[in-house]
């Protein structure tokens, strides 16, 4: 199994800045992707930026130039750095990973961490 586990959410006001972590643990052959996601009240869960094994990142058109994402591979670690943030931001950030398990492929799930920012 593979578990998942973010950090790094709180409250901020607008313009602020917070920083995510994400972390994999347990028993994997490799990771493909490290990704975040957000789910604001009353809408679905869309990406806000994904990071592939080979380097390649993808980011949603309302975090460009806002928010960053990077990633430890010694740490199966990922961040999302995110700066000048807006009301609109304010939604649960959840991790996803993905990769190859010891026997089949996997995509896991954090618990999600909350973000909120005031106006």
């Known amino acids: 199994q593979v578990q998942v586990v973010e950090s790094g959410g709180g409250l901020v006001e607008a313009g602020g800045s917070l920083r995510l972590s994400c972390t994999a643990s347990?028993?994997?052959?490799?990771?493909?992707?490290m990704g975040w996601y957000r789910q604001a009240p009353g809408k679905q869960r869309e990406l806000v930026a994904v990071?592939?094994?080979?380097?390649?990142?993808n980011y949603a058109d309302s975090v460009k130039g806002r928010f960053t994402v990077s990633r430890d591979t010694a740490k199966n670690t990922v961040y999302l750095q995110m700066n000048s943030l807006k009301p609109e931001d304010t939604a649960v950030y959840y991790c996803?990973?993905?990769?190859?398990?010891?026997?089949?492929?996997?995509?896991?799930w954090g618990q999600g961490t909350r973000v909120t920012v005031s106006s």
């Open positions: 990071i592939l094994s080979g380097g390649s990142i």
């Open positions: 347990g028993s994997f052959f490799s990771i493909n992707a």
């Open positions: 996803n990973v993905g990769g190859s398990g010891t026997y089949y492929p996997f995509d896991s």
